[in-house]
């Protein structure tokens, strides 16, 4: 074990040249995975400076990211743990969706709900919006009330031991209009034949294109997004999101012992009408597990 010590005028590249020089690795091949958030751009340089008349460097950066693709039985029984912190969070935030019900107190319960179970904070923010927020399906800030006839979009994620299981839904208050239903109509059928996919002998770009089939036929290719869920397991801030992602012609084959998070989103910007429905599966030899206990019906409140 070496410490390394702050100090002025510091480069902790050329500590590291130095530390590979000691253990007699020079002109030797050297892996760096550059593709991560712990790596900055500015350290990234740093590093090729010292490294690239001292070895040869390569790529690693997929190394360990195939390595996390596949789950071992004790991972998942930490991802199916992650799973029913989700349906707790889920349960706890229900009673409070509703006309004058506060964002903040719902994503407080949410929260809570997954730390009084044993869990952890999550690699990225819950995602809460209502009414013309409930298209934006990404975290923001600031509170809002709902209201009588509304819409809330969710998207969290269940976290034991760093393991995530994420879900999503949009939920409603009050009187389901024509476009809403349809919206979850065909959000519904997508995740259904993305399920139908989700198996080996697919890819993760088939699973995809079962995602746009049914939006297609459903005249909501304009209002859908480019990707339909991605793996996941055990990440850190900023994100929980893994690779591989499911978009079009992802070579990447479907194979048991994935955790994957399939998101139908649905974003008529047209009509402010938002409508999501995903949740985290564990693949098997044949048809995927879902691990929600909850059901895919639309929630009104």
């Not at 989700?86 to 719902?106: C, R, V, Y």
């Not at 998070?261 to 048809?287: C, K, N, P, V």
């Amino acid at each position: 074990i070496v410490l390394w010590t702050d100090r002025n005028g510091a480069n902790p590249a050329v500590d590291l040249r130095n530390l590979l020089n000691e253990l007699d690795l020079l002109g030797a091949r050297i892996g760096v995975e550059y593709d991560t958030h712990g790596l900055t751009a500015f350290n990234g340089r740093r590093l090729d400076e010292q490294l690239q008349t001292f070895g040869q460097i390569a790529d690693a950066s997929g190394i360990v990211g195939r390595l996390r693709l596949f789950k071992s039985p004790a991972e998942i029984a930490k991802a199916e743990k992650a799973a029913n912190l989700s349906d707790d969070a889920l349960d706890a935030a229900l009673p409070l969706i509703k006309q004058g019900g506060d964002e903040a107190l719902i994503l407080a319960a949410m929260q809570g709900a997954i730390f009084a179970g044993g869990g952890d904070y999550p690699a990225n923010e819950f995602i809460i919006g209502s009414g013309v927020d409930a298209l934006l399906c990404r975290y923001k800030a600031g509170r809002r009330k709902l209201t009588k006839n509304d819409q809330l979009t969710l998207e969290w994620a269940g976290v034991f031991n760093h393991y995530h299981a994420p879900m999503m839904r949009t939920v409603l208050t009050g009187k389901v209009s024509k476009r809403h239903q349809e919206l979850f109509d065909a959000a519904r059928a997508a995740l259904l034949a993305v399920e139908k996919a989700m198996t080996p002998g697919n890819s993760f770009g088939d699973v995809f294109d079962a995602h746009a089939r049914t939006m297609e036929a459903h005249g909501l290719t304009k209002h859908r997004l480019n990707a339909c869920g991605y793996s996941v397991g055990a990440r850190f801030t900023p994100s929980w999101m893994d690779m591989p992602m499911f978009y079009q012609g992802n070579p990447e084959p479907i194979a048991p012992n994935m955790t994957l998070f399939a998101h139908m989103i649905i974003m008529d910007s047209d009509t402010e009408t938002a409508m999501t429905l995903g949740r985290t599966y564990l693949t098997t030899e044949s048809q995927p597990k879902p691990l929600s206990r909850h059901d895919l019906d639309l929630i009104v409140q």
